[in-house]
């Protein structure tokens, strides 16, 4: 657990707080139910980190494993994600099913060709549905979408595509009326031939059934470039259920800025507002929030020379009026802040993901110390290692609590959901050392004692039938055999040898990517002061 520090960015609120205080301190309790407009918060660097339920990484060997996505699925939960066995393979699709302590309990594997990236996962009955991005040697890129039973066996699958665009999903929701999904696309296209050409980008809703078959789609263009990053379902005052569409737009100099649209069932646009701030800024996630409002969570660029930080706002759900904000940057900054993830518990608790990727390079550290640690070794979480880092907010944007994780060499984390239990259930994946995954190994192997007898098991002194009998003897006959195998061909085990034991001669710092999954504590119960 850290501490952190606030501050109110205009000094006027803070000077009118303190007379406040001063003048009728009766009233205190009243004026904590009036959200401040604006906070800056700075957060501290953690060191250490804090405590996780569990947490696994899923790794083997010098493959790549990447989890993109997880659901709850009874006690345990689903993680979907990429594979690559090799440097420079084609990745292939994974699923795997963990307990409630993070044991692997069941792996699924599939082969889509021109996978480029794993989107999201969703429940769909007792199974899955999987969205990727493919992209394709010949013709257009496209989004696809399979449909897996719970054993993980595909059993349909539906494509997205345009013979006038690369497609490119960014998100997945269940469509309002429950019956089929919606699914925000990034339609790219270039205008213009050879050097003159230019690529341009222009924001997409698919409505699809509960099949997948594409019903009919709706585009949202403003300035030179537009995408949407998320899209969430929404109630709101009027009694309207809709979308809430979260993303960015580019004006005609490259300049970034935020943009939310509201949109009906039928994709129809009610509102679109845009929030330029800093030098670019962007809204990847959102969530309704009582019935009227929204929040919404993303990434800022200060005008001046700090670093990115993360913002969060809550909106009037019927004119996007901004209610109040908040933005969170670190402390030294030697880290970029970028909201991930974002969820609201059923006591109105607002759940914030960040992660904070290091600007400080690693080769342009201190170099290996004598002793043959990494620069990075001498504090638990350093400047050079990506975190990432949880906030709890109040109703009123007020910071309750923080939490950060990390694992091996740096994490990068994209997705966090609410558990069944209602911890926080994370996703995505850890640098590991390929030799900290042999000693690993090497540690786990040492846990059985070793054997009095070489190749024999000792036995209880029990009556053994004779079947029994006759197979230890064939086994020892076997064992033996082998023995006298292996000294007349002493010149091929030790030419073997070398192979078995590859990994100590890859190199101390040799980093792949491990899946990781981790459940964080259940926040604290909170009781509302001011909810009547």
């Known amino acids: 657990m850290m501490l952190n520090n606030f501050f109110i960015s205009n000094p006027f609120y803070a000077l009118l707080f303190l007379s406040i205080a001063i003048a009728m301190p009766q009233t205190s309790q009243a004026q904590q139910c009036e959200a401040p407009y604006e906070m800056i918060t700075k957060l501290h660097h953690p060191d250490p980190g804090s405590y996780t339920v569990w947490d696994s990484a899923y790794g083997k060997d010098q493959r790549d494993e990447v989890f993109v996505s997880v659901v709850n699925v009874g006690k345990g939960v689903v993680a979907v994600g990429e594979v690559m066995r090799r440097a420079g393979a084609a990745p292939s699709l994974v699923f795997v099913h963990l307990d409630h302590r993070g044991r692997v309990l069941r792996e699924g594997h599939h082969q889509i060709n021109g996978?480029?990236?794993?989107?999201?996962?969703?429940?769909?009955?007792?199974?899955?549905?999987?969205?990727?991005?493919?992209?394709?040697?010949?013709?257009?890129?496209?989004?696809?979408?399979?449909?897996?039973?719970?054993?993980?066996?595909?059993?349909?699958?539906?494509?997205?595509?345009?013979?006038?665009?690369?497609?490119?999903?960014?998100?997945?929701?269940?469509?309002?009326?429950?019956?089929?999904?919606?699914?925000?696309?990034?339609?790219?296209?270039?205008?213009?031939?050879?050097?003159?050409?230019?690529?341009?980008?222009?924001?997409?809703?698919?409505?699809?059934?509960?099949?997948?078959?594409?019903?009919?789609?709706?585009?949202?263009?403003?300035?030179?470039?537009?995408?949407?990053?998320?899209?969430?379902?929404?109630?709101?005052?009027?009694?309207?259920?809709?979308?809430?569409?979260?993303?960015?737009?580019?004006?005609?100099?490259?300049?970034?800025?935020?943009?939310?649209?509201?949109?009906?069932?039928?994709?129809?646009?009610?509102?679109?507002?845009?929030?330029?701030?800093?030098?670019?800024?962007?809204?990847?996630?959102?969530?309704?929030?009582?019935?009227?409002?929204?929040?919404?969570?993303?990434?800022?660029?200060?005008?001046?020379?700090?670093?990115?930080?993360?913002?969060?706002?809550?909106?009037?759900?019927?004119?996007?009026?901004?209610?109040?904000?908040?933005?969170?940057?670190?402390?030294?900054?030697?880290?970029?802040?970028?909201?991930?993830?974002?969820?609201?518990?059923?006591?109105?608790?607002?759940?914030?993901?960040?992660?904070?990727?290091?600007?400080v390079s690693m080769r342009k550290g201190t170099g290996v110390e004598e002793a043959g640690t990494l620069p990075f070794e001498d504090r638990i979480i350093p400047e050079n290692m990506d975190y990432a880092h949880l906030l709890t907010l109040s109703p009123r944007g007020i910071t309750l609590s923080g939490d950060a994780y990390y694992y091996g060499q740096g994490v990068s984390l994209s997705q966090m959901i609410e558990g069944g239990d209602g911890g926080r259930v994370m996703v995505g994946y850890a640098h590991v050392r390929v030799k900290d995954k042999a000693d690993k190994v090497a540690k786990a192997s040492d846990v059985n004692p070793p054997l009095k007898e070489k190749g024999y098991v000792n036995l209880p002194d029990v009556e053994l039938s004779d079947k029994t009998k006759e197979g230890l003897e064939m086994l020892r006959n076997k064992l033996k055999a082998q023995e006298g195998h292996s000294s007349n061909n002493a010149d091929h085990q030790q030419v073997a040898e070398p192979q078995e034991s590859a990994i100590n001669d890859i190199g101390h710092n040799k980093v792949t990517r491990d899946g990781w999954v981790l459940i964080g504590d259940t926040p604290d119960t909170y009781t509302d002061p001011c909810k009547r």
């Open 115 to 359: 996978l480029h990236g794993v989107v999201k996962m969703l429940r769909h009955g007792d199974g899955y549905l999987v969205m990727v991005n493919r992209r394709k040697s010949q013709g257009r890129s496209a989004v696809w979408i399979g449909f897996f039973d719970k054993d993980f066996v595909l059993r349909s699958q539906k494509t997205i595509k345009d013979k006038g665009f690369d497609l490119f999903a960014t998100d997945i929701v269940p469509s309002v009326d429950g019956q089929g999904w919606s699914v925000s696309v990034r339609a790219e296209s270039v205008i213009g031939e050879g050097k003159n050409g230019a690529l341009r980008k222009s924001a997409f809703v698919y409505l699809l059934d509960k099949n997948g078959n594409d019903k009919f789609s709706r585009g949202y263009l403003l300035g030179m470039d537009s995408e949407i990053l998320g899209l969430s379902v929404s109630k709101f005052e009027d009694g309207k259920t809709g979308y809430i569409a979260t993303g960015y737009f580019e004006n005609n100099i490259g300049k970034q800025i935020a943009w939310v649209l509201r949109l009906n069932a039928d994709l129809s646009l009610a509102w679109q507002k845009e929030y330029g701030r800093g030098l670019s800024a962007k809204i990847k996630v959102s969530s309704g929030y009582r019935d009227r409002y929204v929040l919404v969570f993303g990434d800022v660029l200060p005008a001046d020379s700090n670093p990115m930080g993360s913002w969060v706002m809550l909106l009037d759900g019927n004119n996007g009026q901004t209610m109040w904000q908040r933005y969170y940057h670190g402390e030294t900054g030697h880290h970029d802040y970028a909201a991930q993830g974002m969820y609201v518990n059923k006591g109105g608790l607002i759940n914030l993901m960040m992660m904070a990727r290091s600007r």
